[in-house]
C-alpha cells in the first residue's frame, strides 16, 4: 500500500542520510580527541543524541526530522 511504502522510503532516507553523515564526522571526531578529548566526547554525546531524535521523527514523516536539528550545536562544538 502506498502507506507502506512511504513508511519503508522514510526509514530508506534516514539510514542513507547517516550512512553519509557518519561516514564524515566520524573521522573528524577521532581527529578532534586528540586535542582536546573531554570536550569531543560531550560534544559528540549531544550529535548522536540529536541524531536518534532526527531519526525517531523521521521515521514518523519527513516533516517531523527537524525536531533532532539540535544535533548541529554537537557538531559545531565538536569540530570547532
Known amino acids: 500500500s502506498t502507506k507502506e511504502v512511504d513508511s519503508y522510503m522514510c526509514v530508506q532516507r ?3 542520510n547517516n550512512v553519509d553523515f557518519l561516514s564524515c564526522y ?3 571526531m577521532i581527529i578532534s580527541m586528540m586535542n582536546y578529548p ?3 566526547f560531550y560534544a559528540s554525546t549531544v550529535v548522536l ?3 536518534m531524535v532526527t531519526g525517531l521523527g523521521y521515521y514518523q ?3 517531523k526530522r527537524v525536531f533532532g536539528g539540535w544535533f548541529h ?3 559545531v562544538a565538536a569540530l570547532s
Open 49 to 51: 543524541a540529536g541524531r
Open 73 to 75: 550545536f554537537g557538531n
Open 26 to 28: 566520524f573521522p573528524m
Open 61 to 63: 514523516g519527513a516533516s
Open 38 to 40: 573531554t570536550e569531543t
Open 14 to 16: 534516514m539510514h542513507q
